[in-house]
């Protein structure tokens, strides 16, 4: 099956700064990619996702990037800010289907100010 | 709409007691989740449901059962809770097809068991 792997477990940053978080996946037949964002005492919820015929997909501040030979795909967050500080999550799945997506174990963010 | 919602929000269970955590979908997803979450462990699948009457084991559905009667609903149930069933619950919800494929997450069941 799928396994996911991401790095780093904690990131701290100064307000302002850019963080980056990466995961590499070891299904070459995985295809979808989202990125999660969970906030304290609340549910995971989609900030960014990135198919296997892109590279790279942009959202104001957010940014993801796949390499499918290496099999690893980044998040990037430029200009962060407090609001910023959460739990990412990174998944890999088989697009349709059942969609069973397998999680990595999570980057906790901190941004202070 | 008001999303996916779970109930209790948290609950202190002994050992060896049983529970239902519910969760709800407005949606009309047929697609339905549970999960766990340890720390640092990330999401742990327990259940998935395809839709009303079709349910199916995830990663760790030992110690856990579920039923599908309706499109919204979804509960997971612990007949004999264990400590190491102290975790947080999530259910989740998606509609079928790659069009849409965002998962919607409740805000969660906290759980002890002492």
């Known amino acids: 099956g799928e396994n996911v792997e991401q790095h780093p477990s904690t990131l701290s940053v100064q307000e302002g700064d850019s963080a980056v978080i990466k995961c590499t996946y070891s299904d070459s037949a995985s295809n979808y990619f989202p990125w999660y964002k969970q906030e304290l005492g609340k549910g995971p919820q989609l900030i960014i996702d990135?198919?296997?015929?892109?590279g790279e997909k942009k959202d104001q501040r957010i940014a993801v990037t796949l390499n499918k030979t290496a099999k690893h795909f980044s998040l990037h967050i430029t200009e962060t800010q407090p609001e910023d500080s959460a739990v990412y999550f990174c998944?890999?799945?088989?697009?349709?289907?059942?969609?069973?997506?397998?999680f990595g174990r999570g980057t906790s963010l901190i941004v202070h100010p | 709409n008001a999303g996916v919602t779970q109930t209790p929000k948290f609950r202190i269970l002994k050992i060896g007691q049983s529970m239902t955590l519910q969760c709800a979908q407005d949606m009309n997803h047929n697609y339905m989740y549970w999960y766990r979450q340890d720390p640092g462990m990330g999401l742990k699948l327990i259940y998935y449901s395809v839709g009303a009457g079709i349910t199916d084991k995830g990663e760790v559905p030992n110690g856990y059962n579920v039923s599908r009667s309706t499109t919204e609903d979804f509960p997971l149930r612990l007949e004999l809770a264990a400590p190491s069933q102290t975790s947080v619950y999530f259910c989740a919800s998606r509609h079928p097809g790659s069009a849409q494929e965002t998962q919607y997450f409740g805000p969660g069941t906290r759980l002890l068991v002492l």
């Open positions: 998944a890999a799945t088989l697009s349709g289907g059942s969609y069973i997506p397998t």
């Open positions: 990135i198919r296997s015929n892109v």
